[in-house]
């Protein structure tokens, strides 16, 4: 079978600045279903978009439209935010330069189930426990209490928290089928997936969509906490879990997954206490980080907002300094990783939650996440296979 590309060029209508390239990039990769890969030039004058099937000039004109709509909305009248370094140690030395993939891929150590979606084998797990044991040991010394949340959530409550308008583009749904006898008897004798994995029902046949694909772990203690005081003013819990967000072509390897797991630690209560807890968390890590001889940066961030939240929430999110990413390098493709982050929500889910302070006023919550599939990566991409080359607590334990 041989597969048909074609890539198109066009020029942005702003210039995209460098701070904007990468975000520009991934943005894109939601233009179209057919995209296959979006590329910005590193000096940002020049977008390159790869289809799977043959563009004819109708479509090509359509489809700028709506890539001008996504540069417009993203670099127009855009400044570039203040990068605030709070860690840095890039530069430790490293025994490994190359890409942990194709050697993953060649043990069975990941099969991929789908794009995004990954089964991981008994080294991966081995190294995602210990990094996990790290993290309760973080979580036991807060005395945070220990939940278990689903992995579905339900529609109104993302609504609530205005998650369709901030994240419209990563959302996943979950359904099922009507229960109707006849439409269930009829699936069960016609259903089958095409080449592609694509089954062959339509839409119809399922019902409403009710309940979403979880996107993050701290949410279910949000809701949890819903209307009503914070017990004793404040809450510190943990808790791992299922996350879900869709990249469409950005899903290329296990740097980006649309099913990934996540372990947060998390702080509700006054402003002081969820600011303190999550500096505190910061220079806890920072030691086992150091340990490990991790090379990695902590610095400010924003989240991947939809292109018509983007430039309002970014400017607020740089602000207020919301958000740490703790970025491990990797060095085959001299770049970062963010492998997990420090997040403070000021109010907010207090005041959408009505989630109370003993005093009347509304909770201030923050978390601190770890993306357990990306630092097992990261830490592969830097250390290798070579155990004798590994940090000696992490030979000693696994
Ligand atoms: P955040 O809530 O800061 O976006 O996500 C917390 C952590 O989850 C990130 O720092 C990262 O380690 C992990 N994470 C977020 N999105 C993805 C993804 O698409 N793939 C993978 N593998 N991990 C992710
Ligand atoms: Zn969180």
């Known amino acids: 079978m041989t597969s048909l590309t074609q890539k198109i060029h066009f020029a942005p209508a702003f210039p995209i600045p460098d701070y904007l390239v990468g975000e520009v990039q991934s943005k894109l990769a939601y233009v179209d279903e057919n995209i296959r890969a979006a590329q910005v030039s590193p000096n940002g004058d020049d977008i390159q978009l790869t289809f799977g099937n043959a563009i004819d000039e ?8 709506k890539v001008q709509r996504v540069v417009t909305s993203l ?42 979606v990954y089964a991981l084998g008994p ?18 010394s807060f005395s945070a209490q220990p939940y278990r949340f689903p992995t579905l959530i339900p529609a109104r409550y993302m609504e609530r928290v205005g998650y369709f308008r901030a994240f419209p583009h990563s959302l996943s749904f979950a359904t099922h089928l009507h229960s109707e006898l006849d439409n269930i008897d009829q699936f069960a004798q016609h259903a089958a997936c095409d080449e592609q994995g694509n ?10 969509f009710k309940a ?9 203690l949000y809701f949890a906490l819903a209307d009503k005081p914070l017990p004793n003013g404040r809450v510190t819990a943990t808790a791992v879990g299922n996350c879900f967000r869709y990249e469409s072509s950005n899903l290329t390897s296990l ?26 968390a910061r220079q806890r890590m920072q030691k086992v980080f150091a340990e490990i001889g991790l090379a990695y940066r902590v610095e ?38 963010a492998v997990g982050s420090y997040n403070y929500h000021q109010d907010f889910f207090g005041r ?45 334990s696994i």
């Open 58 to 65: 109708e479509e090509k004109k359509l489809i700028e439209s």
């Open 75 to 116: 670099v127009k009248g855009a400044f570039k935010p203040k990068v605030q370094i709070l860690e840095d140690y890039l530069d430790r030395p490293l025994p490994y330069r190359e890409d942990p993939m194709a050697e993953l891929l060649r043990r069975g150590e990941l099969s991929e189930e789908a794009s995004g």
């Open 123 to 140: 080294l991966l797990t081995r190294l995602i426990n210990w990094f996990e044991s790290r993290f309760v040991a973080l979580a036991d």
């Open 199 to 208: 089954l062959n029902v339509p839409m119809e046949r399922f019902a409403q």
């Open 212 to 220: 979403l694909l979880s996107p993050a772990v701290c949410y279910h």
């Open 255 to 280: 740097e980006r997954l649309w099913n990934f797991t996540m372990r947060e630690v998390i702080f509700v209560g006054p402003k002081e206490f969820v600011l303190e807890n999550r500096e505190i």
């Open 300 to 337: 400010s961030a924003n989240d991947p907002f939809f292109i018509g939240e983007f430039r309002k929430q970014v400017a607020f999110q740089s602000a207020f300094q919301l958000k740490y990413e703790i970025r491990a390098r990797l060095p085959f493709k001299d770049s970062t990783l």
């Open 352 to 396: 959408h939650l009505n989630i109370t302070l003993p005093d009347g006023s509304p909770t201030h919550t923050g978390c601190v996440a770890f993306g357990l599939e990306r630092i097992a990566f990261a830490f592969l991409a830097q250390f290798g296979f070579d155990t004798a080359k590994w940090p000696k607590v992490i030979k000693e």
